[in-house]
């Protein structure tokens, strides 16, 4: 069974900074496309990025400005994200968006911008 786990969401001001974690079970592999994807109250939930053997892709929202990494050996994700704005307020889930356990997500993490 996938079980994923992110945490690290937080208040932070607009141009604010945040990294958040994902860990993830071991069943979890290289092989693996994993992202984030986020969802705002009332809106759908969008698939902000992705990283594949080190490939990154990136929604054109958070494009320059989120960055997608993982440490297969730590069974984690991160993404960082910098120069948040208001409208990068959402819960954000670590998603399996590729290989075994596809479709999978966590429980999410709050980040709100806000002054």
């Known amino acids: 069974q996938v079980r994923l786990v992110e945490s690290g969401g937080d208040l932070v001001q607009p141009g604010g900074s945040l990294r958040l974690f994902c860990t993830h079970s071991s069943s979890i592999g290289s092989r693996n496309t994993m992202g984030w994807s986020r969802q705002a109250p009332g809106k759908q939930r969008e698939l902000v990025a992705t990283?594949?053997?080190?490939?990154?892709n990136y929604a054109d929202s958070v494009k320059g400005r989120f960055t997608i990494s993982r440490d297969v050996a730590k069974n984690m994700v991160y993404l960082q994200m910098n120069n948040l704005k208001p409208e990068d307020t959402a819960v954000y889930y670590c998603?399996?968006?590729?290989?075994?356990?596809?479709?999978?997500w966590g429980q999410g993490t709050q980040v709100t911008v806000s002054s």
């Open positions: 998603t399996v968006v590729a290989g075994a356990g596809s479709g999978s």
């Open positions: 990283i594949t053997d080190g490939y990154t």
